[in-house]
């Protein structure tokens, strides 16, 4: 079905909500997860961009500036695919969400984002702002810095353009030119807020991020840039002259916070963002925020991704054979016990996957499910929206996707009945066809397959397919201490075991969650002796210690306990659930026997009829 102004069938876009040098975004609706969404593409053609790419040369004894235009030329699709790639996990109040990723039919990129109805820029919101709420999107602005840089990402293009106020909230975007690690090259920026390190071609660092807070700071609080890129005195004067406090419409503690952000020299500026968020609130008179859940559990849900070297290198194999079409193009079969990080691992396949153009379809299979197509559903929506399906075959494929009605905005008759072991045959195959029309690179995922029944023949039909087809991968999870057997079952499927996590890999990812804390030997001595190595355990344990100590930062400033809970992890269990008020407890139990995926449309009519004073979204956390 062709559809006038989509990409790929999926998103119809609505109107164009901002352009820039590199690409536009767009208002869209995402006729999958039935929302409305924030599109942004990039056009597959060279860049140029004289801001980025100025060659500065200075005389030594005379301090004389020569400066060069030198347009550079790169590839417009590389900065969207590292823009995903580093936003893909990024989960913060303050950080915009991604969801999506792909090619147009043109092979132009694009990504999906959250749409913000209610935002606006953040220098329109400052305009009619109070001085307090200025310096509160400022101190909000380097609490997102914070998990940037404890997630090892540097934004790189820090400027009011990419700070987005909604409901009073600030939401950091645009992560086109971030680095994922301290002391790469300088490529890129706005001159404005680049660094005076920047603009000689340093290195980007935490301390060059702090820098353009500084002049947003600045800027915001004076309605003035410190040095105006546009005066020919410019480059002179980031280098050497100081800017003048005197337009800075706030106190002088406030006015000597943004003096240190903009120091000339990186190691005269904090040493951290969390260092300068505690001076700014100290000068300002305010308290330190508080530690929400969701930031609590944007650092312990969404940790640096550690470890699984050797498996990662594996799937790239896999992802770079089925790219490129080679033959034997292996399936992948992964299994671990619970928690031990499968699901963690399938997530960063995907990224790599959308990142290197295959399409990405995924199926999770559900335990007590004896017919095994649950495990098709959301599969089906998803090959629906982008190839054309014949009539006849959709009543059939109705049975198990009965969303798509909705997502095709038609009615969609029942099949023809006929006896049941026809009617499944009849399914199976339509299901087949499905993946024989696919004709790009695919990656499928497919998750639990320990609940997947063992009479069910359509996985078994689609490995062999899988074999035939050079462009179609398959990986799979199982809970191997569940179905230890699988292998032997799904013979053409290579085969691995997710160990538990070693002592290294539990420091890299105590320091992720934790900062430098997290590498304390006591520390990760507890965490290696109260989880085991399992990494749902050891989030849970390191939740834990941040309830005890009042918030993350604060873990280890006291003595630890010698053991975290009598019970371990039942315990944590047992706590997680007494916090729930007692008039939540029925909807608590509604939700855990509805089924495995949580019905929101359940969880807020219950709350209306309860008249429960928190939101879906309180609730659930």
């Not at 706005?190 to 071609?201: F, S």
């Not at 997530?347 to 017919?371: F, I, M, N, P, W």
């Not at 085991?532 to 849970?540: A, D, H, R, T």
């Amino acid at each position: 079905m062709q559809l006038e102004n989509s990409i790929n069938h999926r998103y119809i876009i609505r109107r164009k909500i901002g352009q820039g040098g590199m690409g536009a975004v767009y208002e869209a609706y995402d006729r999958l997860m039935q929302r409305t969404v924030a599109l942004k593409t990039v056009l597959r053609q060279p860049i140029f961009n004289n801001s980025l790419s100025k060659t500065i040369q200075i005389d030594a004894t005379t301090h004389d500036v020569t400066i060069a235009d030198q347009p550079s030329i790169g590839e417009s699709l590389l900065p969207l695919a590292n823009e995903f790639q580093i936003l893909a996990t990024l989960r913060h109040p303050h950080i915009i969400s991604v969801h999506d990723y792909g090619f147009d039919t043109q092979q132009n990129p694009y990504f999906t984002m959250d749409f913000l109805k209610t935002g606006v820029p953040m220098d329109t919101y400052c305009a009619l702002a109070s001085d307090d709420s200025k310096i509160r999107v400022l101190t909000e602005i380097l609490q997102a810095l914070i998990y940037l840089h404890r997630r090892q990402v540097l934004h790189c293009d820090l400027k009011p353009d990419n700070v987005i106020v909604t409901d009073d909230q600030v939401k950091v975007l645009d992560f086109g030119l971030s680095s994922l690690r301290s002391g790469a090259d300088s490529s890129g920026g706005t001159l404005a807020y680049m660094a005076p390190e920047l603009l000689q071609g340093g290195e980007v660092s935490i301390q060059s991020d702090l820098y353009a807070v500084g002049v947003i700071g600045f800027e915001m609080l004076s309605g003035l840039l410190p040095f105006d890129p546009d005066e020919s005195s410019f480059f002179e004067d980031v280098l050497w002259h100081e800017a003048d406090y005197f337009f800075v419409d706030a106190p002088e503690p406030v006015s000597s916070v943004l003096a240190k952000l903009m120091a000339k020299r990186p190691e005269d500026r904090y040493r951290s963002a969390e260092a300068a968020l505690a001076a700014l609130c100290r000068a300002a008179g305010q308290p330190i925020p508080a530690e929400t859940t969701r930031i609590r559990e944007s650092f312990l849900q969404n940790a640096v991704f550690v470890g699984r070297e050797l498996e990662r290198s594996k799937i790239q194999e896999i992802l770079a054979a089925v790219k490129s079409g080679f033959n034997q193009t292996p399936s992948l079969l992964i299994g671990g016990e619970s928690g031990v990080g499968k699901s963690r691992l399938i997530q960063e396949c995907k990224t790599r996957a959308l990142v290197t153009g295959l399409h990405v379809y995924e199926g999770q299979a559900q335990k007590d499910d004896g017919s095994g197509f649950v495990l098709w559903e959301s599969i089906i929506e998803r090959v629906i929206l982008t190839y054309d399906i014949s009539p006849d075959q959709l009543p059939v494929l109705k049975q198990i996707a009965p969303r798509i009605e909705n997502m095709l905005g038609q009615t969609i008759p029942d099949p023809a009945p006929i006896p049941p072991d026809l009617a499944n045959e009849r399914l199976t195959r339509t299901i087949l066809d499905l993946f024989g029309r696919i004709n790009e690179p695919t990656l499928l995922i497919l998750e639990d397959l320990q609940w997947y029944p063992d009479d069910v023949d359509i996985f078994e039909r689609l490995l062999s397919l899988s074999e035939l087809r050079h462009n179609l991968a398959i990986i799979g999870t199982y809970r191997n201490d569940e179905a230890p057997d699988l292998p032997t079952k799904l013979p053409l499927m290579e085969s691995i075991i997710l160990d538990r996590f070693s002592p290294i890999d539990i420091a890299a990812l105590s320091q992720s969650m934790l900062g430098d804390v997290g590498l304390r030997p006591e520390i990760q001595k507890m965490l290696m002796a109260e989880s085991e190595g399992n990494v749902f355990f050891l989030v849970e344990i390191v939740r834990a210690l941040a309830e005890i100590a009042g918030q993350i930062n604060s873990i280890g400033v006291d003595i630890l306990p010698e053991k975290l809970l009598p019970k371990g992890i039942l315990s944590i269990v047992e706590n997680r659930l007494q916090q729930v008020p007692e008039a939540l407890h029925g909807i608590l139990k509604f939700s855990s026997v509805a089924g495995r995926e949580i019905d929101v449309d359940l969880i807020k009519n219950y709350l209306v009829t309860a008249r429960a004073d928190c939101s879906v979204d309180e609730f659930l956390m």
